[in-house]
């Protein structure tokens, strides 16, 4: 099969990829309420599935006559699957994107029986019926047509992957920035009785009140970086709109506020 050539296998990689981010938004958009754009990448498509549909196919096609090992065999790949991209993203980035640690029977958050129950029933469907008439596309298509269509999409993905990089980067950046500054707010006004310490807004609101009282006793810089901190900043919260669970124990503030700013502009959005 052509499928298994280098070209073939990475557009069976991108269809894998794009069915998953279709059906993260269907499923994220029917709770939500609103289209959600999911996964890292800004394209439509989501890699772990891509390299999910990979691993299930080339595994699991040999078992696809026997139901009970080819739905088990699935739910133990996808399974391993998701811990480790839980796993890689925590430690590459110091934060946890996903959280299923509230729903019953979760290993340490990064997986869960639910969603692994749905993903051995996927992987089952893809090999059983999908991937027949996806590899039949493929494989109908010429050698050439085949190579440039893998190239080109392969350069779509590279400029994505760098693009979001880049932004993921800024983004634990300004999270850091965020926290540290609201650290230092709470080691310099928390023995204040006017300062309130509950939350990021919390504070930059009793900072702010205060220096209108008390004009010139709050320095301009610190009154520039409460406003900076308190603008619209598209890029970290599309991270939180595309992952609303995601935790870090170092930022805590950081993330209550982001998250806070979001409900606030959703509910505005909703009057």
Same mark, same amino acid.
């Given at each position: 099969m052509l499928t298994n050539t280098l070209s073939g296998l990475f557009l069976l990689f991108v269809v894998y990829s794009t069915i998953g981010w279709i059906c993260e938004v269907i499923y994220c958009g029917s709770i939500e309420k609103r289209f959600i754009n999911r996964g890292f990448l800004h394209g439509p498509w989501c890699p772990v599935y891509g390299f999910g549909g990979l691993l299930v196919i080339g595994f699991l096609e040999p078992f696809k006559n026997n139901i009970f090992i080819l739905y088990s065999a699935?739910?133990?790949?996808?399974?391993?699957?998701?811990?480790?991209?839980?796993?890689?993203?925590?430690?590459? =980035?110091?934060?946890k994107w996903w959280d299923y640690? %509230? @729903? #019953?029977?979760?290993?340490?958050? $990064?997986?869960?029986?639910?969603?692994?129950?749905?993903?051995?029933?996927?992987?089952?469907?893809?090999?059983? =019926?999908?991937?027949?008439?996806i590899a039949f596309v493929i494989d109908s298509l010429s050698a050439r047509t085949r190579q440039y269509t893998?190239?080109?999409?392969s350069a779509f993905f590279a400029v994505d992957?760098?693009?979001?990089?880049?932004?993921?980067?800024? =983004?634990? %950046?300004?999270?850091? $920035?965020? +926290?540290?500054?609201? +650290?230092?707010?709470k080691e310099h006004y928390e023995h204040e009785i006017w300062f #309130?310490?509950?939350?990021?807004?919390?504070?930059?609101?009793?900072? #702010? +009140?205060?220096?209108?009282? @008390?004009?010139?006793?709050?320095? +301009? @810089?610190?009154?520039?970086?409460?406003?900076? =901190?308190?603008e619209h900043y598209p890029a970290a919260e $599309?991270?939180?709109?595309?992952?609303?669970?995601?935790?870090?124990?170092?930022?805590?503030?950081?993330?209550?506020?982001?998250?806070?700013?979001? $409900?606030?502009?959703?509910? @505005?959005?909703? #009057?």
């Open positions: 699935a739910f133990v790949i996808t399974g391993i699957l998701e811990y480790l991209t839980g796993w890689l993203l925590e430690s590459l =980035f110091n934060t640690s %509230e @729903r #019953k029977f979760n290993i340490k958050g $990064r997986v869960c029986l639910q969603n692994l129950l749905l993903f051995a029933a996927a992987g089952s469907i893809a090999v059983l =019926f999908v991937h027949p008439h893998a190239f080109g999409l992957f760098a693009l979001t990089l880049r932004k993921l980067t800024d =983004f634990t %950046e300004y999270l850091t $920035r965020l +926290e540290v500054f609201v +650290e230092s707010l #309130k310490s509950q939350s990021a807004a919390e504070m930059f609101q009793a900072v #702010k +009140e205060h220096s209108l009282i @008390r004009n010139g006793e709050i320095s +301009e @810089r610190i009154l520039q970086k409460i406003d900076s =901190f308190s $599309r991270f939180f709109a595309k992952f609303p669970s995601m935790q870090n124990k170092k930022r805590l503030f950081a993330i209550q506020h982001i998250k806070q700013r979001i $409900r606030t502009r959703l509910n @505005r959005r909703s #009057k």
